[in-house]
């Protein structure tokens, strides 16, 4: 299974891609993906600005933002 895969999925289904994530944290689309690939980690602020842009509620963060990126 692919780190943040239930993120990834929720992205899909809103046809939003890295790149719209990227220009709303402000960060290059390399950054982006070293965050996916779980070279690197989300900022608890840079996950709830992608919940939020996502229309996912807070409560979830731990299931789209797992420890170590893995549900």
Same mark, same amino acid.
């Given at each position: ?7 990834? /999925? ?10 719209? %994530?990227?220009?709303? +944290?402000?960060? !290059? ?8 690939? /779980? ?10 600005? %992608?919940?939020?842009? +996502?229309?996912? !509620? ?14």
């Amino acid at each position: 299974m692919r780190k943040y895969s239930k993120l990834r /999925g929720v992205m899909y289904e809103k046809c939003i891609y890295q790149t719209e %994530i990227g220009k709303l +944290l402000k960060k !290059s689309t390399t950054w982006l993906t070293n965050r996916f690939a /779980g070279k690197e980690s989300f900022t608890v602020d840079e996950a709830y600005k %992608i919940l939020d842009y +996502l229309h996912i !509620s807070h409560d979830e963060f731990v299931e789209y933002f797992p420890p170590g990126g893995y549900v």
